[in-house]
């Protein structure tokens, strides 16, 4: 089966432009979660769905960041404008909220290094 | 509120020699504990966990951790340390009945050949 999978693996940008990053979940996964990792603050997570619903995001940094998911096998991270310290890598996973035997097992996709210049 | 402190950044230790990193965590209630593993340029992968039940859970690649309720632990280590363990692992915690999981903040392992 695929696992989890994002694109692009990288991306090299200039402050001020739109990125949007993309995240196929495991197919039959009911939750889908986006975490942004860097040096100074680890993993952080950003905003999580379920059954396509944003269910937390709270953790979204601030209005230029913005994530939807139209249905169950696509979900975007949109960063307008972008900005230097939105430089990370950013990983979407997705888990079976239903599947009692993978409790609380997240499956990371490889994720998208993202860098604003 | 939840939270988890993974003690040392970096741990080095040598091929052969015990691998032990370290995890505490707080919480109102007990949580649901996991260990993930990141390699160079991966994305993270399940290790272990621990939900209900036997304290001491074994995982993946021989590793194994201890959920000790009394200390609000749940170290993870490995017998013998193998040159291919060398990655960076992350201890996280869930509350029962939430869905999502708050992540430490990493500890690198380094394999001295």
């Known amino acids: 089966d695929a696992g989890v999978i994002q694109s692009p693996r990288h991306e090299v940008t200039e402050m001020g432009q739109e990125v949007t990053l993309r995240c196929k979940p495991i197919s039959g996964h009911d939750y889908l979660f986006w975490y942004r990792q860097t040096m100074m603050r680890g993993l952080e997570l950003l905003i999580y769905?379920?059954?396509?619903?944003?269910?937390?995001d709270s953790g979204m940094p601030e209005d230029r960041f913005s994530a939807k998911m139209p249905n169950a096998s696509f979900s975007t991270l949109k960063i307008q404008p972008s900005e230097p310290r939105d430089s990370a890598v950013y990983f979407c996973?997705?888990?079976?909220?239903?599947?009692?035997?993978?409790?609380?097992?997240?499956?990371f996709g490889e994720g998208s290094r993202l860098t604003v210049l | 509120a939840q939270s988890v402190t993974q003690l040392g950044s970096h741990v080095s230790v040598s091929e052969g020699a015990l691998v032990l990193l370290r995890c505490n965590y707080s919480?109102?209630?007990?949580?649901?504990l996991f260990w993930y593993v990141q390699y160079p340029n991966q994305g993270l992968q399940l290790l272990l966990k621990y939900t209900t039940g036997a304290t001491l859970v074994k995982g993946i690649n021989g590793f194994e951790a201890e959920f000790k309720k009394s200390e609000t632990s749940f170290h993870l280590t490995k017998p013998s340390a193998h040159m291919s363990d060398a990655a960076e692992y992350f201890c996280?915690?869930?509350?029962?009945?939430?869905?999502?999981?708050?992540f430490g903040t990493g500890t690198r392992l380094t394999v001295i050949p």
């Open positions: 919480s109102s209630v007990p949580p649901y």
């Open positions: 769905f379920n059954n396509n619903v944003p269910i937390d």
């Open positions: 996280a915690v869930r509350k029962p009945g939430a869905n999502n999981l708050f």
């Open positions: 996973a997705s888990s079976s909220g239903g599947d009692p035997q993978a409790l609380g097992e997240l499956f």
